[in-house]
């Protein structure tokens, strides 16, 4: 039988790759560097979601330290490219599931908030690069998630209806910004929810491991 969907959107940090030691180490060098306190991976796990800009910007919050985003940005996106390949791993389940998507004829594509010109390389790095027909960073429009128009925008270059695709996400950010495409969305539970409650959310799927959505 057909795939239901015949595109699959992936959000990528908590979804597709295990990457938060990564991108907490490249924040606390960038508080060490202000003389700051290192933050726990677990709170930079509640941070993660809404993009770079924003993930410093609430750090630098909760130190009670008002920074100068513009000045101390360029410093943070120097230590998230060295950090970027120390030890992000895919989630179980992530390969099969890519592999049976595009077996049965489903164009994939990745939209994510993380700034895109990480993106290939950490794909590269993990082997996974070629199974996507489309990549949008959150610095690829003028508007990223939550907002429905990245997704809106893969859609369109497929030729397919926001409501025809699927999205595949983590997040309180994923999650918003299909219902502001009008997207259908199916969640993770291994992620980084922030916030969200996987439990009452209208959703297709919300699942421990990507190969669930070969069943559908």
């Known amino acids: ?7 699959v959107i992936f959000d990528l940090d908590g979804t597709l790759v295990d990457s938060a030691a990564d991108i907490a180490e490249a ?11 290192r933050v ?4 930079v796990h509640t941070w993660i979601g ?4 924003r993930l410093v910007e609430q750090a630098f919050n909760a130190a009670g330290h008002a920074a100068d985003l513009d000045a101390v940005m360029p410093g943070f996106m120097r230590h998230y490219e060295e950090c970027l390949l120390r030890s992000p791993r895919l989630y179980d389940g992530v390969v099969p599931a890519l592999q049976g998507l595009r077996e049965r004829g489903v164009t994939l594509a ?7 010109a990480m993106v290939g390389p950490l794909l590269a790095h993990l082997g996974v690069q070629d199974y996507f027909a489309r990549v949008l960073g959150g610095d ?8 429905g128009t990245p997704l809106r925008h893969i ?20 999650y918003r910004a299909a219902v502001d495409a009008g997207m259908p969305v199916a969640l993770v539970r291994y ?3 922030r916030g969200l409650d996987l439990d009452a959310v209208q959703a297709v799927a919300v699942m421990d491991d990507l190969r669930e959505l070969l069943a559908f």
């Open 1 to 7: 039988m057909p795939y239901p969907y015949p595109l």
């Open 110 to 116: 990745i939209c994510t908030n993380k700034p895109h």
């Open 140 to 147: 690829s429009l003028p508007e990223r998630k939550p907002s």
């Open 27 to 37: 924040l606390n060098r960038t508080l060490e560097d202000q003389q700051l306190p």
């Open 40 to 43: 726990p991976e677990a709170t």
């Open 155 to 174: 859609a369109a270059a497929f030729d397919v209806a926001a409501s025809d695709a699927l999205m595949v996400g983590d997040s309180i950010t994923d």
């Open 50 to 53: 809404d993009g770079v800009r």
């Open 191 to 193: 992620g980084y929810p």
